[in-house]
Every structure is written in C-alpha cells, then in structure tokens.
T-cell receptor, first 109, second 114 residues
Framework: KNEVEQSPQNLTAQEGEFITINCSYS?????LHWLQQHPGGGIVSLFM???GKKKHGRLIATINIQEKHSSLHITASHPRDSAVYIC???????????FGTGTLLAVQP | DGGITQSPKYLFRKEGQNVTLSCEQN?????MYWYRQDPGQGLRLIYY???????QKGDIAEGYSVSREKKESFPLTVTSAQKNPTAFYLC?????????????FGEGSRLTVL
C-alpha cells in the first residue's frame, strides 16, 4: 500500500461542475503540496499547506491533519483545468516528499 | 522570467551509452532535486542537493550521478549501469528544503533507450 493514496485515479467532468480530488496519507507529515501536471509534462505548484484551508482563484485546498486527509476542490471547472493533479506529502521524519500517483482530470465542454 | 530550464526535452539513447540531462535555474534557490516519473507511479527521488558542492542520494540513485558545482546548475547523468533508464525525468528547486515553500519544476526530459 502506498503511503500517499489519491482518489479517484481518473475523473471526467462537464464544464462548470464542482470537482473534488482526495489525498490520504498514512505517515506523519509536516505539510502537503498540491501540484498540477500539464499534458506536456511540466509541473506547477498549486498549494503548500500544513493546516486548514487555502484558496487561489477557483481552487481550494483543505487539510485535516488528525484524519490524515487533504482535498483539492475546483469550482466552476473549465476544460483548461484538464491535467493530472498530484499530492505530495512532506514526511515529518525525513523531510522528503512522498508523491501520490496522481488524478487524471478531463473537463469536457 | 525566473524559472527552471531542462534540456533536452526528448532524448534517445542506445544501450550502453551515458547521457547527461541539463537542469538550470535562475531563481537563486539553494535546493535542487531530480525525480523520475514512470507510468502509474508517483515521482521518485533520484538525487538532491541542498547547497553547492554537496548532494545526497535519493531513493533510486543506483545508475545515476550528479554534480553541483554551481548554484544554478544540477546536471544528471544516466549511466549505462541504470538497468531501466527509459522514463520521464523532472528537475525541481526550492528556496530551502521541500517543506520551506513552493516547489518549482522544469518541463521535464523524456529519455528513451533504443
């Protein structure tokens, strides 16, 4: 079992829908990153959070340290949101990143 | 604009050849990382460097080598000892460690061994 699990693995949505991607982890962490990987392969950092909630535009990230769970929400989804979304937890023991396998999101017009 | 530049974007190699992937950043970041991405798997750490002239092995360092002679440069050599080198390679950097702030990634280099 991976130390960082994402669900779903694949997600197809219609434009305008509210989207939730989940990330659960089994190790102690100091913080967690949400990343977006474009079809060409480049990765962009969306959020780093260690508690509570962060919002940037239509993106919202939440984390519950006690439940070892984080979510990424996209409001009013758009085809340009189509990408792979990756969560990466920072191990509290080693300070190294542990990556999930990603969620492939396709938003259809 | 500040960022990370990886080259080449695509690279083909014959078995038995060493290849070097370039990673340059102009963000003045101390920490730099090399990751490997394979289908269906999360990114795996190959090597990382937190300061010039120092680097540490990651989880899958066998068959790879790096150098950090300059702050802005962290090249990765894939040697002939790497048994399964075909993969997508990503370079990243951060101001300090990965827990100190935003991570910046390059566009990646796709290596195919023929």
């Amino acid at each position: 079992k991976n130390e960082v699990e994402q669900s779903p693995q694949n997600l197809t949505a219609q434009e305008g829908e509210f989207i939730t991607i989940n990330c659960s982890y089994s190790v102690g962490i100091s913080a967690l990153h949400w990343l977006q990987q474009h079809p060409g392969g480049g990765i962009v950092s969306l959020f780093m959070l260690s508690s509570g909630k962060k919002k940037h535009g239509r993106l919202i990230a939440t984390i519950n340290i006690q439940e070892k769970h984080s979510s990424l929400h996209i409001t009013a989804s758009h085809p340009r949101d189509s990408a792979v979304y990756i969560c990466a937890a920072i191990s509290g023991a080693t300070n190294k990143l542990i990556f999930g396998t990603g969620t492939l999101l396709a938003v259809q017009p | 604009d500040g960022g990370i530049t990886q080259s080449p974007k695509y690279l083909f190699r014959k078995e038995g050849q060493n290849v070097t992937l370039s990673c340059e950043q102009n963000l003045n970041h101390d920490a730099m990382y090399w990751y490997r991405q394979d289908p269906g798997q999360g990114l795996r750490l190959i090597y990382y460097s937190q300061i010039v002239n120092d680097f540490q092995k990651g989880d899958i360092a066998e068959g790879y080598s790096v150098s950090r002679e300059k702050k802005e440069s962290f090249p990765l050599t894939v040697t002939s000892a790497q048994k399964n080198p075909t993969a997508f390679y990503l370079c990243a950097s951060s101001i300090g460690g990965s827990d100190t702030g935003e991570l910046f990634f390059g566009e990646g280099s796709r290596l195919t061994v023929l």
